[in-house]
């Protein structure tokens, strides 16, 4: 994958006709049909599984092999980075085939695609657009490659006499071809068969060639040339080449509080301005403090050590609505740390301690706050069990630790704001990594059909994906005496049967049973593959005699 240079000479007005622009290397003319052509084989009516593995392969080894030894982009530790997240991420698809690993992978590809383009982007998002925008020179160089020649005519006058040329031999053949079909009966027979298996490939192809398979393929041949050939996208290159890692002191371009009355001369009001604002900050952090200290401390008394949710006690309440007011204050207090610390209020040297020290206490007790949020999420996961949204908090809660500390780098190291997005943005992407890599269905049924809860959401179990079906099936026999229910609509509950759950459940095995027969190789993925073995060694049973797990 050659990085092909962005600028071309002007073409003449009249004379030969110009060689293209952006010629395409060898490998590149390679990679093209034959990227177009496996991603119309692995994807066309087939879901992400192993197919997106293979693709991904196919995308990332064509460009390594193009990359020059002496290209800059080896030396990014960015490149390294996403090329082995796209890795790991296609093998999770492989493997689980869950949502978070098909977004990570394609994520991760885009955003390597963007650093191969642009080797000295450091923000992850601005490569992951990189990598998107590349799709549209990609496709206007496609369009110029259908071009007709612009010598036509005189091609066609060529050709067209070649053909006059072997009209005669053509016609001898047919005659001679028919006369040994008549004559040799071995011969007309092998004849007959090739034609007959001509006819076959002929029908084969007519049957798949509709509008939506040739858009499909047009879709394929448009995605591996945004892959095979990086046409150099400077805007965001250009855009992140405008920030800079540390805040500067800007003398013309200071805070200004103070109203300017035209009755009076111009005065200079800057120092005075920028005291202004450093009271203003510093009676803004000590009344929230403050305030922040009393909530901490009531949350430490009541939450951290011992709670027990008294009889009656609305759990949900106290973690939802709690949670989502607790994390909304927590972005509230990072940003109005982040407008005060933005300028020159880090250069304001007689109460420039005073104030850091009054940050970094408050940032603290936000980050107390976030246990205290983390407590309740757990509160909640002991009584009712693990779910998607607990699992996201505690998510949003290690990025939200890490985004404090880099909170703490921008006051007393005077880091800029594109600092603080750049490092959170390489945390988000790390966090997706690992949400990719997890199994995290298959954690939630085991977890939630413990023995020590009586209530379960087996409705929520049941929608999950195939892969978990041999744990719900291992674990049947230990739904007697449960109150299993399922989640209707607007929070309501409707209960749920033991012989209702045994049904629901052995109908959603039956059904997986009958797809993966159906499925084709592409769309397997290691999970299911485990999973139909599991069934085959494990026929369906009545719920007394379900396969346990030890």
Not at 153 to 174: D, E, F, N, T, V
Not at 454 to 468: A, I, S
Not at 479 to 507: D, F, I, K, Q, S
Request: hydrophobic content about 55%.
């Amino acid at each position: 994958m050659t990085t092909i240079s962005a600028s071309a000479a002007q073409w003449p007005v009249s004379g030969p006709a110009p060689a293209p622009p952006f010629p395409l290397t060898a490998l590149q003319k390679l990679l093209l049909p034959a990227g177009a052509i496996l991603f119309d084989v692995l994807f066309w009516q087939e879901r992400a599984a192993l197919n997106l593995l293979l693709y991904t392969l196919f995308v990332v080894g064509g460009g390594l092999a193009g990359l020059p030894r002496a290209a800059p982009v080896w030396r990014s530790g960015y490149f390294w980075l996403t090329l082995a997240g796209t890795l790991l991420s296609a093998e999770a698809v492989a493997v689980h085939g869950s949502g978070a690993a098909r977004l990570s992978c394609v994520v991760s590809l885009a955003a390597w695609l963007g650093y191969v383009n642009q080797a000295h982007l450091k923000l992850v998002g601005f490569a992951l657009l990189t990598g998107l925008a590349n799709l549209l020179p990609a496709a206007r160089r496609l369009l110029q490659m259908v071009r007709l020649p612009a010598n036509v005519g005189g091609q066609l006058s060529r050709a067209w006499y070649y053909g006059r040329l072997l009209g005669l031999p053509l016609l001898a053949l047919g005659v001679f071809h028919v006369l040994f079909a008549v004559a040799n009966p071995r011969y007309s027979a092998l004849t007959n068969r090739a034609l007959t298996l001509l006819g076959e490939a002929l029908e084969l192809l007519f049957e798949r060639l509709s509008i939506p398979h040739l858009l499909f393929f047009g879709l394929g041949l448009l995605l591996t040339a945004g892959g095979v050939l990086i046409l150099p996208v400077h805007f965001f290159a250009d855009q992140e080449s405008r920030y800079a890692e540390f805040v500067r002191r800007q003398r013309d371009r200071v805070a200004s509080f103070a109203v300017r009355r035209p009755d009076f001369r111009p005065r200079t009001f800057r120092a005075l301005d920028l005291r202004k604002e450093y009271l203003m900050a510093l009676g803004l952090i000590g009344l929230v403090n403050a305030l922040l200290l009393a909530v901490n401390v009531i949350d430490i008394r009541w939450i951290w050590f011992g709670f027990v949710p008294a009889p009656g006690f609305d759990l949900t309440q106290f973690v939802h609505e709690g949670t989502y007011a607790l994390i909304l204050s927590i972005l509230v207090a990072m940003a109005i740390v982040l407008w005060f610390f933005r300028r020159n209020l880090n250069f304001y040297q007689p109460g420039l301690r005073v104030l850091r020290w009054g940050a970094t206490v408050w940032v603290l007790q936000n980050a107390v706050l976030a246990v205290s949020v983390g407590l309740r999420n757990y509160y909640y996961i002991q009584h009712t069990g693990l779910a998607y949204k607990r699992i996201g908090v505690y998510g949003f809660l290690l990025l939200t630790f890490f985004g404090l500390g880099t909170v703490l780098l921008k006051i007393w190291q005077r880091r800029s704001a594109y600092a603080l997005v750049r490092l959170n943005a390489v945390a988000a992407y790390a966090l997706l990594l690992v949400l990719a890599a997890g199994n995290w269905e298959i954690w939630m049924v085991r977890y939630n059909l413990q023995a020590r809860f009586r209530q379960v959401d087996y409705g929520f179990l049941l929608d999950m994906p195939d892969r978990v079906l041999p744990a719900l099936a291992a674990r049947e026999a230990r739904l007697a005496g449960r109150e299993l229910n399922r989640e209707a609509y607007n929070n309501t509950w409707v209960p749920l049967p033991l012989p209702m759950a045994h049904r629901l459940l052995h109908a959603r095995i039956r059904s997986f049973q009958a797809r993966q027969v159906r499925r084709r190789w592409p769309s397997h993925t290691w999970a299911d593959y485990q999973a139909a073995r599991y069934f085959e060694a494990h026929p369906l049973t009545t719920a007394s005699h379900a396969p346990t797990l030890r």
